[in-house]
């Protein structure tokens, strides 16, 4: 049981450039989002959906862009990276959004 | 919007003594989570309290969720080296919206 898987794990990008970061999770959860963690901190909610074909916006969604095509998929995409996207992305998944929530390993992207 | 706090930052303690870290929201919560981080790893789920004046123990961890149901802490007993990481809370409103605290770094010197 793979849980959820995040690739890459590392990533760097030109500013500018754009990307997508894959998650995806073999538990048929409906809920599913993505967070940033910078240093010294907590973790900013970017998106979330509450099943397939449904996204909604978290607390830092600007420059990013998400769809749910599938229960299983939530790809996360840049759409011109910037120096301040440099950060750890947690990709996270749960039966639903009040039961416990499980995170993938995380993608560390850096933009120069 | 809510807003969780979480103190300390950091904490250092010697192996054997107790570790507490403390989450206070804005708003009243319909559940809180606990989580733990070993560095350079991701959030691991420990909990979720959901009745006013929950207590919940896991062998040397206690979780409180406080009568207001606005504020919760973690209590670890007598830590051990196993215990380094960074423990967040997740305070989750009525509207079903999470916002994670900054976390509680915890280091424990043998």
């Known amino acids: 049981n793979a849980g959820v898987t995040q690739t890459p794990k590392f990533q760097v990008l030109k500013t500018g450039q754009s990307m997508t970061l894959q998650c995806a999770q073999d538990?048929?959860?409906?809920?599913m989002s993505w967070y940033r963690q910078d240093p010294g901190m907590g973790l900013r909610l970017i998106h979330y959906?509450?099943?397939?074909?449904?996204?909604d916006q978290g607390e830092v969604p600007n420059g990013y862009n998400v769809s749910r095509s599938t229960t299983e998929d939530f790809p996360l995409r840049l759409l011109s990276a910037a120096p301040s996207q440099t950060s750890v992305y947690f990709c996270?998944?749960?039966?639903?959004?009040?039961?416990?929530?499980?995170f993938g390993q995380g993608t560390r992207l850096t933009v120069v | 919007g809510q807003q969780v706090m979480q103190i300390p930052q950091y904490q250092h303690v010697q192996e054997g003594e107790d570790f507490t870290t403390y989450c206070n929201s804005s708003?009243?919560?319909?559940?809180i989570q606990w989580y733990k981080q070993r560095p350079g790893g991701h959030p691991v789920f420990l909990i979720q309290?959901?009745?006013?004046?929950e207590v919940k123990k896991q062998k040397r961890l206690t979780f409180q969720f406080g009568e207001a149901k606005k504020n919760s802490s973690l209590h670890i007993t007598a830590t051990q080296t196993t215990d380094v990481g960074t423990y967040f809370c997740a305070g989750r409103d009525n509207a079903g919206k999470s916002t994670f605290g900054d976390g509680t770094t915890l280091t424990v010197k043998p």
């Open positions: 959906s509450v099943g397939a074909g449904i996204t």
């Open positions: 309290l959901v009745k006013s004046g």
């Open positions: 996270a998944s749960s039966y639903s959004y009040s039961t416990e929530a499980f």
């Open positions: 708003t009243t919560l319909s559940n």
């Open positions: 538990m048929n959860h409906e809920y």
